[in-house]
């Protein structure tokens, strides 16, 4: 398994020349090994009991690893996954000295809404808003950001609406902010085909056929978003039961309803979804990253690079990994934390 990693700043596209071949054990011998020590103990309840914090409209589950006085790393899940796609990343960065906070987002684990009343709205400025708040909730004032899927998104957005907020990120697919406006647009039927799960979501069929079968249809996301991984059923049903969460079909419905304009938000968002709609550019020092077998739609580096104006690095991981790249790859996706903290 191999990291090609592509080194640029403003011009990537200028650099694409320059890339170079290095290994997935990136990791320095001694930080490799506190890393594997670690990640022994990842199983299922490694993070120890879960925490609890009142966050803007949400009681928000989380489990907190490493040092309560160190550098801030905040890792965000996508869907349909949960923060055990971070089993090895987190302990190998509290190893590293790092305060590893891992949230589940609204609709998953044991988050919950703190009123019946509060719409379940998923658009991406509300997700987003989730994690800052979540950040006031703790007293903290930046951070260095990990994401993937839905978890990359919401990392991408503070980084662009918050830098302030933001030391570092990093963000498997690039850049994924997006619009209702370019939702619309249709794509060639190859790519229309990868989505085939949003359409279905955008039925009455759909959102009775997820809420009846949402454990198998996950597994089956994860089987075609990462179509070399040698997935064990022990892995897939740790993180499976944070769907059984009493709000994750209606998050998981709205969100994919939202993005093709079939489902409004919440006015409260708008004046945000206003400056997502300019797709703006994120300034904060970032690594992309993407794996060479990802299943899961996903947009090319070269389409996103001119997005990331400050110091940036875009990695391929090669070796047949998937969409759920901080499982998949955890060495090179610790590494890239660390390093993108450090660029």
Do not use: C
């Amino acid at each position: 398994m191999h990291v090609k990693t592509n080194f640029s700043g403003r011009g990537l596209l200028r650099a694409a020349l320059a890339t170079v071949l290095v290994s997935q054990m990136g990791l320095p011998g001694h930080a490799l090994a506190q890393s594997t020590a670690a990640a022994t103990m990842a199983r299922p309840d490694a993070w120890g009991p879960l925490k609890h914090v009142h966050a803007g409209v949400l009681d928000v589950a989380y489990a907190e690893m490493g040092p309560a006085d160190g550098p801030v790393v905040i890792l965000l899940h996508g869907w349909p996954y949960d923060i055990h796609s971070y089993e090895q990343v987190a302990p190998a960065l509290a190893a590293k000295g790092y305060r590893v906070l891992l949230p589940y987002a609204r609709g998953y684990g044991d988050t919950r809404f703190l009123s019946a009343s509060t719409p379940r709205n998923a658009e991406p400025a509300a997700l987003a808003q989730d994690v800052v708040d979540f950040m006031d909730a703790l007293h903290i004032k930046r951070a260095v950001f990990g994401g993937f899927d839905w978890g990359a998104r919401s990392a991408d957005i503070v980084a662009a609406l918050w830098p302030e907020r933001v030391k570092a990120l990093v963000s498997v697919s690039g850049y994924l902010i997006g619009t209702q406006a370019a939702g619309k647009a249709p794509l060639p039927p190859k790519a229309e085909y990868q989505w085939w799960y949003q359409f279905y979501f955008a039925t009455d069929r759909g959102q009775e056929g997820y809420a009846r079968n949402h454990h198998d249809f996950a597994k089956l996301i994860w089987q075609l978003a990462s179509p070399k991984w040698d997935l064990d059923d022990a892995t897939f049903e740790r993180s499976a039961a944070a769907f059984d969460n009493p709000d994750h079909v209606a998050i998981t419905i709205h969100n994919y309803r939202w993005r093709l304009d079939l489902a409004k938000g919440e006015a409260r968002y708008a004046p945000l979804e206003a400056r997502l709609a300019q797709l703006p550019k994120i300034s904060v020092p970032t690594i992309t990253m993407e794996g060479d077998a990802n299943g899961a739609p996903h947009p090319a580096p070269e389409a996103y690079a001119r997005q990331f104006t400050g110091k940036y690095q875009f990695r391929l991981i090669e070796g047949g990994i998937g969409h759920n790249l901080p499982q998949e790859a955890p060495q090179a996706f610790t590494q890239a934390v660390i390093d993108a903290d450090h660029l």
